[in-house]
């Protein structure tokens, strides 16, 4: 009861058992989010060469300089020219190519959203949207970086996947799995920047629409995907700590959502907690709400309320709007209770 009594006493969750979380977090390594794209892309242009990148001026702020140096027959750039960048993957992908774009999530689905809806969708050919430096990843660089609206932009065109893996070692698998999707869709692919908690094995299973059970629990469903599957693992042990059994659900997928997995986690909780670094509108939360739009489970969304964030770091940012494992912790004593 006293745990529980710190735990409702936070706004955001800063005090609920900051020593454990933070003795946690530290157990586990940090690796930048561009440098491993970089890398896995630079590896599987050894294994094949069936894909193009192309860049905005982007190279070595994607973390592919190198691939270019290794291949510059396949790396064409742009210029700061993201809606003719899409064009122009579109174009190669109706040549029989596989592009793979390669830019800000800001840019990639704001300022060149018309040409992936039409250039791209509509023609429904195979080109890989990757965006960059996505939610608060490039906190520093304020609103015009700062992407919290991408994933809703981007579900919400047909023909679209849309997925967000949640560490580097995803990232990795889920380049390989996107380069290896069946059928001629174009795919979104949202990633951070800088460094992220690296927390996945490196067999861990990932197949593009199927989300990934990491923990069982009964009394509450976590279910994320990008950065936040590892607060929301810190905060299922912190919560199985003090006799809380917590389910955690990798999201990586949003679309086409895995709705089976949803529907069996829910079934089993008392109550479910949607976690993203994303608007609460349009987002992982919402397609959570759709797929149980006939349910009954009490169900909370923890994102980016509809507000512009401060600039700033990354880590502190997400803390101070409680995209933190504290604050999820906090909001499933709350929903429980």
Same mark, same amino acid.
């Given at each position: ?9 936070? *706004? ?16 586990? *390594? ?13 590896? /599987? ?9 192309? @860049? ?13 140096? $290794?291949? *510059? ?8 020219? =993201?809606?003719?960048? #899409? ?6 992908? +109706? ?18 959203? =018309? ?31 700062? @992407?919290? =609206?991408?994933? $809703? ?7 679209? #996947? ?38 996945? $094995?490196? #067999? ?17 469903? /976590? ?25 955690? +659900?990798?999201?990586? @997928? ?22 993203? =670094? ?10 959570? +709400?759709?797929? /149980?739009?006939?349910?009954?489970? *009490? ?23 409680? /995209? ?5 912790? #906090? ?7």
């Amino acid at each position: 009861r006293a745990a529980k009594a710190s735990f409702m006493n936070s *706004p955001h969750g800063e005090l609920a058992a900051p020593d454990r979380i933070a003795e946690r977090r530290a157990a586990y *390594p940090l690796k930048a989010i561009r440098q491993q794209f970089g890398e896995s892309l630079l590896a /599987l242009a050894g294994e094949r060469s069936d894909f193009i990148a192309l @860049t905005a001026d982007l190279m070595h702020a994607t973390g592919i300089a190198q691939f270019g140096a $290794a291949y *510059p027959d396949r790396l064409i750039n742009l210029g700061v020219a =993201e809606q003719n960048m #899409t064009g122009v993957a579109a174009g190669l992908a +109706l040549c029989g190519k596989l592009p793979v774009v390669c830019g800000y999530a800001a840019f990639t689905t704001l300022r060149a959203v =018309e040409q992936a809806k039409l250039d791209c969708a509509y023609n429904n050919v195979r080109v890989i949207l990757v965006g960059q430096s996505a939610g608060l990843s490039y906190g520093v660089g304020g609103p015009s970086h700062q @992407t919290y =609206e991408d994933v $809703a932009i981007m579900r919400a065109i047909p023909n679209m #996947t849309v997925v967000a893996p949640s560490d580097a070692v995803e990232v990795d698998r889920m380049l390989r799995a996107c380069l290896d999707w069946p059928g001629s869709t174009p795919i979104y692919m949202r990633l951070g920047r800088g460094p992220e908690h690296v927390f996945n $094995a490196p #067999t861990a299973a990932l197949d593009v629409g199927k989300a990934v059970l990491l923990r069982e629990g009964s009394d509450i469903a /976590l279910i994320a995907n990008g950065a936040m599957v590892f607060e929301a693992l810190l905060a299922a042990e912190v919560l199985a700590d003090e006799g809380i059994g917590a389910s955690v +659900l990798n999201m990586h @997928t949003v679309k086409p959502i895995d709705a089976e997995a949803v529907r069996a986690v829910a079934t089993r909780a008392q109550a479910l907690l949607v976690v993203e =670094e994303h608007s609460v509108f349009g987002g992982l939360g919402s397609a959570v +709400l759709e797929v /149980l739009e006939e349910g009954h489970v *009490p169900l909370r969304r923890i994102g980016i309320e509809d507000r512009y964030p401060p600039i700033g770091p990354t880590f502190e940012l997400r803390a101070s709007l409680g /995209l933190s494992a504290s604050n999820i912790v #906090t909001q499933a004593w709350r929903l429980l209770d």
